[in-house]
């Protein structure tokens, strides 16, 4: 894996790695078996109104990590942030600072976009993850707490009057 690292925004034929990587993170964190499919990240990731974007890193024109993300709003600071949800750079990339770069190319994008901020979480037993990001200046929000309804509970909540 020589040469230099490029960071790139996501085209539709990168659909299958980013599905791939997506999946791997899932194995890494003891995440679901299942994930979205190629033809979700398709349909979510591209077109007119895309659910989400994300950026891609390569290197020697193989695809090597990648930072999916998405807009979202503060209703405390009136501003607009960037949520990034999913962070993954393969084993053999790893300790190259491929993770910082990518980061730093969507703090740059969120800042075009006129966000204020990006804000991500990180699984309660990624040490090392949580070390990461406080090395790259991210804070902890102790306050906040995460749930979510999901499932059959959304389904039944969804339907109540």
């Known amino acids: ?31 679901p078996a299942h994930v979205l499919s190629v033809e979700d990240v398709k349909r979510h990731g591209f077109g007119d109104a895309p659910d989400f974007r994300a950026l891609i890193a390569e290197c020697g024109g193989e695809i090597i990590g990648l930072a999916l993300y998405f807009p979202e709003f503060s209703t405390w600071r009136g501003k607009r942030g960037v949520y990034l949800q999913d962070i993954y750079v393969k084993p053999e990339a790893r300790g190259r600072g491929v993770g910082e770069k990518l980061i730093a190319q ?40 995460i749930f979510k309804l999901d499932g059959d509970a959304f389904d039944a909540f969804a339907e109540t009057e």
């Open 1 to 31: 894996m020589a040469g230099d690292v490029i960071i790139r925004k996501a085209a539709p034929d990168d659909a299958g790695d980013i599905q791939a990587m997506i999946a791997a993170l899932a194995r890494d964190v003891d995440g």
């Open 106 to 145: 969507l703090a740059r994008e969120a800042k075009a976009m006129g966000a204020v901020y990006l804000r991500l979480a990180v699984d309660r037993d990624n040490l090392e993850g949580a070390r990461f990001y406080k090395r790259l200046r991210f804070t902890e929000v102790e306050r906040d707490r």
